[in-house]
């Protein structure tokens, strides 16, 4: 079943929102300068963060990343409640969710399944360690990570992403029950 990109933007739209809010967070922890930020909007892309380029390479690739790391945590603690709360003991239990827990449940979804960054994204990432900009070391490390993204990007089509999304709802919060317990 192929649904149009902005017709799944529209039904995820809070993924959309911490996406770009993960880039512009940071870019106010490395003090890079934003110039323009579009949470959500329908159009393609449908959102963006424009901001200036850091003097660091290594900073210019996490600021590209960001929404890796807010987007799955983010994601991974929403559903923390509804783990905790299921009677199957780090489970969701479909058949006793309640409505707050079921939005939990999507927004943790939604906002997972955003959590990989895009093409453009990669392209900023490149730009980033491509020619004099980064050690040989940078561009060996970055590189794959580059291709991985243009892999995940054109598994969107196969769903990659929602199946993320999944995996962050419902084994991310078991996992940090295990860490912390």
Known sequence: MIIPGPIISALTFPG?????????????????PVYEVCYFRFGNPAGYVIHEKSNNWHQDVLIAAGPFFLNS???ALLALPVVIN???????????????EGL?????IS??????PSTGDAKSMWKAVSGNKAPLIAKIIV?????VIYLLSWGSFFWLD????????????SLLINIFS
């Open 162 to 173: 929602v199946i993320y999304g999944f995996c962050v709802c419902f084994v991310g919060p």
């Open 111 to 116: 906002i997972a399944m955003h959590a990989i």
């Open 86 to 100: 299921s009677s199957n003991s780090g489970e969701i239990d479909f058949d006793t969710i309640n409505s707050i």
């Open 16 to 32: 959309v929102v911490v996406h770009e809010f993960a880039h512009e967070t940071f870019c106010k922890v490395f003090k890079v």
């Open 73 to 75: 945590l983010i994601g």
């Open 143 to 147: 590189s794959p990570i580059i291709a």
């Open 104 to 108: 939990l449940v999507w927004l943790s």
